[in-house]
C-alpha cells in the first residue's frame, strides 16, 4: 500500500534553512505521471500548497514561496527533499507532502502524517 | 495564480441537516477539483475528486458538483462525525495549486 511518511527537525532558529524528507513507499517517482507536492498548514490556519515535483524532474512552486524553496528527489531512495530558506516564526507549520498519482490531471491522494516544524530561537 | 474563495467560511448545523458549501475559483478550472475533510489534529482526508467522483470508502452522502468556477460540496444528512473543516483544491494541469479558505461545520 501506498504510504508516505516525513522527516525532519521540530525546531529551527530564525534566518535558518530548513530540510525535510519525505519517504514513501508503495509507487515510484521514476514511473512515469506520477508526482509528489508538499503542503503546509499553520496552526489553526487553512492549507497552503508548496511545491510538486513530477517523475521526469519538472519541478513546481508557490507563488509567494518559490525564491525560498527548492524540492528536488532521490528516487532510489524513493525520497523527496525539501528545502525552505530563510525561516521565519510564520514558517511554524505541520508540513505534509502527499503523493499525486498522475501529474496531468489527479489531486493529492495519499498524504503523509504531517510533521509539526517550530521556528523559534 | 488562481484563487479560490469558500463560502460560508463557518457554520452551525445540526445532526440531520442537508449541507452545502460552495467553492469558487478565480478562473475555470474545468473539473480539476477536489474537497477534502479535515478534523482537528488530523490529517486531511479526501472526500470527492474530479469535482464529483466520490473516493472510495466514503459515505455516500457526501457528493460533489459543478465544473469551472462554481463548485459545491453536499452532505446530504449532517452525521457527528461530519463535524469538521473542509477545503477545496484546485488542481488545474498546470501548477501552482490552490486550497480554498475552508469552511468549518460544527454542531448547532
Known amino acids: 500500500q501506498v504510504t508516505l511518511r516525513e522527516s525532519g527537525p521540530a525546531l529551527v532558529k530564525p534566518t535558518q534553512t530548513l530540510t525535510l524528507t519525505c519517504t514513501f513507499s508503495g509507487f515510484s517517482l521514476s514511473t512515469s505521471g506520477m508526482c509528489v507536492s508538499w503542503i503546509r498548514q499553520p496552526p489553526g490556519k487553512a492549507l497552503e500548497w508548496l511545491a510538486r515535483i513530477d517523475w521526469d524532474d519538472d519541478k513546481y512552486y508557490s507563488t509567494s514561496l518559490k525564491t525560498r524553496l527548492t524540492i528536488s528527489k532521490d528516487t532510489s531512495k524513493n525520497q523527496v527533499v525539501l528545502t525552505m530558506t530563510n525561516m521565519d516564526p510564520v514558517d511554524t507549520a505541520t508540513y505534509y507532502c502527499?503523493?499525486?498519482?498522475?501529474?496531468?490531471?489527479?489531486?493529492?491522494?495519499?498524504w503523509g502524517q504531517g510533521t509539526l516544524v517550530t521556528v523559534s530561537s | 495564480d488562481i484563487q479560490m474563495t469558500q463560502s460560508p467560511s463557518a457554520m452551525s448545523a445540526s445532526v440531520g441537516d442537508r449541507v452545502t458549501i460552495t467553492c469558487r475559483a478565480s478562473?475555470?478550472?474545468?473539473?480539476?477539483l477536489a474537497w477534502f475533510q479535515q478534523k482537528p489534529g488530523k490529517v486531511p482526508k479526501r472526500l470527492i475528486y474530479?469535482?464529483?467522483s466520490l473516493q472510495s470508502g466514503v459515505p455516500s452522502r457526501f457528493s460533489g458538483s459543478g465544473s469551472g468556477t462554481e463548485f459545491t460540496l453536499t452532505i446530504s444528512s449532517l452525521q457527528p462525525e461530519d463535524f469538521a473543516t473542509y477545503y477545496c483544491l484546485q488542481h488545474n494541469s498546470y501548477p501552482p495549486f490552490t486550497f480554498g479558505p475552508g469552511t468549518k461545520v460544527d454542531i448547532k
Open positions: 502527499a503523493r499525486i498519482g498522475y501529474c496531468g490531471g489527479d489531486d493529492l491522494d495519499y
Open positions: 474530479a469535482a464529483s
Open positions: 478562473q475555470g478550472i474545468s473539473n480539476y
